[in-house]
């Protein structure tokens, strides 16, 4: 049995693109791997948080996840900052970086554009989180990692310190691999299907949140960016917006982008659309209900509990290997 780990910063309700992409292959992968979930809280303070906005987020992100299916009885499921571990190893970790791999990082460079934008300060730990990425996975001996293309360069960095750090105190790290969905790994905006979706878009008709009332849902699907051809085929280079929808709507049916091109075929994008949007709604509705009857049972914090005990003793068996390793604190 493989272990596999990934996380999510609760910096807001879950796009579409995070359940098609991400969680919905994960419920799939706990059947048959070890699989370690994270509420990734202090990757989101690299960047300004509301402190009352971001523990609701917290909870609802956690709730969210069982809510999509994940199985609190098969897989681990837990905030990232009540391991400590997390950030003791962070440290060490950055102590073995250099300032020129991490200022190479894409994402750093996006970032902390948008971060001077907003007027806002670059802290150094927008800089240094690949460091605590690389620490979140190297604590639980993982053998994959599910990431989107954009988080390639992360799993680099990683996969580097693991080795740098092996080579120059002994075998202490598994050198993770990367698992990267073949279809839906990618799920682009609606409204400018050349970025991927994401949350913390300032424009909320880009991305379908899986806590949008369904009417919302209609609205933002019907007015997805599509193309002056009205005709539904799938051409991910050239017709994006429309092959973008295609995506969406293969993903959750399970139908094959062909079939639902030739169903569709000599129909024009209104039908399509208002058919995609129905497809959204009944597969968002049921997580939706089931998230709020989570939230108000009390029953994540069971979950966390003992998420957190049993992430905590996976992570302080490496750590304190790799503490001992380098010297830090008292031999007896």
Request: with cysteine; hydrophobic share 40%.
């Amino acid at each position: 049995m493989k272990r596999i780990l990934s996380g999510i910063q609760p910096s807001g309700a879950l796009t579409i693109g995070n359940y098609l992409g991400a969680i919905k292959n994960f419920v799939k992968l706990q059947e048959e791997n070890e699989c370690v979930f994270m509420v990734v809280d202090m990757h989101a303070i690299t960047v300004p948080q509301d402190r009352l906005a971001l523990r609701k987020n917290i909870k609802e992100l956690a709730a969210l996840y069982v809510a999509c299916g994940i199985d609190p009885e098969k897989s681990i499921l837990f905030v990232q900052s009540e391991v400590p571990a997390h950030a003791e190893l962070s440290w060490i970790l950055t102590c073995n970086a250099s300032m020129g791999e991490l200022s190479r990082m894409t994402q750093f460079k996006d970032k902390s554009a948008k971060q001077e934008d907003k007027g806002g300060h670059i802290g150094v730990g927008l800089f240094s989180y690949p460091v605590l990425m690389a620490a979140d996975v190297l604590l639980y001996d993982v053998d994959f990692v599910p990431v989107g293309d954009d988080q390639k360069q992360h799993m680099e960095l990683t996969r580097d310190l693991a080795e740098r750090f092996n080579s120059k105190y002994g075998d202490t790290f598994k050198v993770p691999g990367v698992f990267i969905p073949e279809k839906g790994a990618r799920i682009m905006s609606l409204q400018d299907p050349t970025k991927k979706m994401s949350k913390s878009d300032d424009n909320t008709k880009n991305f379908v949140l899986l806590t949008d009332e369904p009417n919302v849902i209609r609205k933002k699907i019907k007015s997805a960016v599509t193309d002056s051809e009205a005709i539904i085929a799938y051409d991910p280079v050239n017709r994006k917006g429309i092959s973008n929808l295609l995506d969406i709507y293969s993903v959750i049916t399970g139908l094959t982008v062909e079939d639902i091109v030739a169903k569709y075929e000599g129909r024009g994008y209104g039908d399509f659309k208002s058919d995609l949007a129905e497809v959204v709604v009944a597969e968002l509705e049921p997580i939706q209900n089931r998230m709020k009857d989570i939230l108000a049972s009390g029953e994540i914090d069971d979950i966390l509990d003992r998420g957190r005990d049993a992430a905590a003793k996976l992570a302080m068996r490496r750590l304190s290997k790799v503490k001992h390793k380098v010297g830090l604190g008292r031999k007896k």
